[in-house]
């Protein structure tokens, strides 16, 4: 599972479970926190407009009939990346980035890899992340265990970020299915699934990326 590295052993995003990262690091999986309930159900603050729903309507529509028979980079060109590109999330300090290497020096083992896409203070490079988004890849190499690999990177990044009492935010998909996460001191919440082929869990979906933004700059000017 691990490498070693200057004697320390390194672990890779894609090879943690659940199990290693709760262990390791105390962490523990609750039924609910109270961050996750209120970033659900933040989406009753927004709306989706006539153009924006035009737009969820044809990728829907289109992932209805072919999201079964689309590889991963088929599902991130064809729907994924139209959901995300909608959201806008580029605002006046922060932006969205994709396949950026992340890495964190515990001291007694190292946690690194690949993020698929997050947001995060910064316009060229991240600076400090706080909403990751995972897309499950079924691979030989893969823990299997995409819950596990996206805590890790939470994990990783608040001990970054050097905020250990800020939320930390993320995104698990699983094909049509769309799972939302939240890391808070030493526990950790996952919420039901949505499907982003039904028309009002896909609009639900977009309204959580959109209030996700009014989170990302209400941290911002605490900093």
């Known amino acids: 599972m691990a490498t070693v590295s200057s004697n320390i052993p390194k672990y890779n995003f894609e090879r943690c479970d659940k199990t290693f990262v709760e262990t390791t690091f105390g962490i523990s999986r609750v ?53 995300l590109n909608l959201a806008e999330f580029d605002g006046k300090n922060y932006s969205a980035f994709a396949d950026e290497k992340l890495e964190a020096n515990f001291g007694h083992l190292i946690l690194t890899g690949k993020i698929d896409w997050l947001v995060a203070k910064g316009l060229y490079k991240p600076q400090t992340p706080y909403l990751f988004f995972h897309e499950y890849k079924r691979t030989k190499q893969s823990s299997s265990d995409p819950d596990g690999q996206l805590l890790a990177e939470m994990v990783a990044a608040r001990f970054l970020n050097k905020q250990f009492e800020e939320t930390m935010y993320g995104i698990v998909v699983w094909g049509k299915a769309w799972y939302f996460m939240t890391l808070k001191s030493d526990e950790y919440a996952i919420s039901k699934s949505l499907d982003s082929t039904v028309k009002e869990d896909l609009f639900d979906i977009f309204k959580i990326l959109k209030s996700s933004k009014r989170i990302i700059e209400e941290r911002l000017l605490r900093q």
Request: charged share 30%.
């Open 31 to 83: 039924e609910n926190l109270s961050v996750l309930t209120d970033w659900i159900n933040s989406k009753n603050a927004e709306t989706v407009n006539d153009f924006e729903e035009k737009i969820l309507e044809i990728a829907r529509k289109k992932a209805s009939l072919r999201i079964n028979d689309w590889n991963e980079e088929t599902l991130k060109l064809s729907f994924i990346s139209t959901i």
